[in-house]
């Protein structure tokens, strides 16, 4: 702050570190965005990860950030073996209880277990663990048959979210290293965009929660079709923030591994989808 360096920054902080005096001060210094391992939002959950947080850490961390309207990306682990549906309710609460600027890490996560850890002893002696590969790639069964059917068809449909996530992130990205000569409203618009897909999941997630518990019935041809008009809605929206640069002699250059590709949505999932009922 002395020396007036304009600067932008992330950084990475447990819940129960986040101080509002310090993070206040980061703020002046171009503190821009905060990443918090909240992992969970419940006990049994928090315990098995041993992240040694409470979910009132979690909440309290996610209100000090949007009173500060500093940036929060919620890190999450949302599946695992002991994964239950009142996981997903405690889940799905929190990501749309969060107000102020805020990035959530792709809700659709599953736990994933490397070779000599804790973890890999606990879920080994617990007998869920099965080896996948001589690498020590690991796969596990879920205890909760309805969990298992929400996971199967979640990564089913994961592909249809991924390419646009990927440029959102390519386009933050860009706007880290030129926030400078960026128009003033692309970090709105693109905050806007990304807000729309994590509500988008959001809604997808439930969906299947409902339909696991039975409130609700599900056809494949109907959820493709949604989910296809939802990630298009936002691919215009990037599209939009692209244009509206370009229109001021702004040129963006993504990287060609994150760029979305409008014109194929599902990977080619649509001939094994047609027809069939969840």
Not at 29 to 56: N, R
Not at 89 to 106: A, K, M, Y
Request: one cysteine or more; a negative charge.
């Amino acid at each position: 702050l002395e020396r007036e360096l304009d600067i932008r920054f992330v950084i990475q902080l447990r819940a129960v570190a986040v101080d509002a005096s310090v993070l206040n001060r980061l703020k002046e210094a171009g503190l821009e965005l905060v990443m918090i391992g909240i992992e969970a939002l419940d006990e049994e959950t928090l315990d098995l990860y041993g992240k040694h947080t409470s979910i009132d850490d979690n909440y309290r961390a996610a209100q000090i950030l949007a009173d500060l309207n500093i940036r929060f990306r919620a890190c999450y682990i949302t599946f695992n073996p002991y994964t239950k549906i009142s996981h997903l309710r405690n889940s799905i609460r929190f990501f749309r209880s969060l107000t102020g600027p805020h990035q959530c890490d792709h809700i659709f996560n599953r736990l994933f277990v490397l070779h000599g850890t804790p973890m890999e002893r606990k879920l080994n002696d617990a007998g869920v663990l099965h080896l996948r590969s001589a690498q020590y790639q690991y796969d596990y069964d879920f205890q909760n048959p309805q969990i298992a059917q929400i996971w199967k068809y979640c990564e089913f449909y994961l592909p249809i979210f991924t390419p646009v996530k990927r440029e959102i992130g390519a386009l933050w990205e860009w706007w880290f290293q030129h926030y400078q000569e960026a128009q003033a409203q692309f970090e709105i618009e693109l905050e806007h965009c990304e807000h729309d897909l994590t509500n988008h999941h959001l809604y997808f997630l439930e969906n299947l929660v409902d339909w696991a518990e039975g409130k609700i019935n599900l056809d494949t041809d109907w959820l493709l079709s949604t989910m296809q008009k939802r990630v298009s809605d936002v691919a215009q929206g990037l599209e939009k923030i692209k244009k509206n640069q370009a229109e001021q002699g702004i040129s963006i250059q993504l990287n060609s591994n994150y760029v979305f590709d409008p014109s194929d949505l599902t990977y080619g999932l649509e001939d094994d989808l047609r027809g069939q009922n969840l």
